[in-house]
Each structure stands twice: as C-alpha cells, then as structure tokens.
Nanobody
Framework: QVRLDESGGGMVQPGGSLRLSCTAS????????MGWYRQTPGKERELVAV???????DYGDSVKGRFTISTDIPKRTVYLQMNSLKPEDTAVYSC???????????????WGQGTQVTVSS
C-alpha cells in the first residue's frame, strides 16, 4: 500500500510565499510522475504542476513564472514552491503520484488528502 502525506498549507497574504511538500511511503520500485493539482468549490480540479520521468516540468498557465515544482526522488518527495501568491490561488492543493510498485511493472496512481491554501489580506 502506497500513501501520500502532504504538508505546508496555510494562510498567507497576497504576494507571499508558501512551500508544499508531499512524501510517499510504502513499497515503491520507481517514480513515474509526481505533481500537484488544486480545486475550489464548484470548479473542476486543475493541474498546477507535474514532473514526469522526462524531468521537464509542466505547469498550469495561471501559475507559470510564480510556482516551481521539484522532487527529491530518494526521499520520494515532491515540493511546490509558490511565490507571488494571489487570492485566486486559494484552493485545496492535492498531491498526485504514479509509482511502479513491483518488478513486473505494475503501477499505482493515487492522491494525498489535500491541504488548504488561503491567500487573503
């Protein structure tokens, strides 16, 4: 069983910064991708940032230039550095990851529990 645990959410003023972390635990053979999505009430979940095995990050248009995704593969951790935060960044941020979990190439894809980010003065 693989588990994703997130931390780092909270409240910040506009223009401020936060860093989210998501660490995986369990039986993992390899990391295929790790990323972050966000959702606000009444809206669909949207991509924030994702890193795959290519090593090239993909960002949602609304966060390009302000957010940075990075990973520490040995620690099975993905980070999201969020700078120049805006009120419209307020959302529940959820970690998503896909791992290879055995020598046959079986994969696991799942979500963390989500962490609230609130940007408000």
């Amino acid at each position: 069983q693989v588990r994703l645990d997130e931390s780092g959410g909270g409240m910040v003023q506009p223009g401020g910064s936060l860093r989210l972390s998501c660490t995986a635990s369990g039986r993992i053979f390899g990391t295929n991708e790790m990323g972050w999505y966000r959702q606000t009430p009444g809206k669909e979940r949207e991509l924030v940032a994702v890193l795959t095995t290519t090593g090239v990050p993909d960002y949602g248009d609304s966060v390009k230039g302000r957010f940075t995704i990075s990973t520490d593969i040995p620690k099975r951790t993905v980070y999201l550095q969020m700078n120049s935060l805006k009120p419209e960044d307020t959302a529940v941020y959820s970690c998503n990851a896909e791992f290879t979990i055995d020598s046959f190439g079986s994969t696991w894809n799942g979500w963390g529990q989500g962490t609230q980010v609130t940007v408000s003065s």
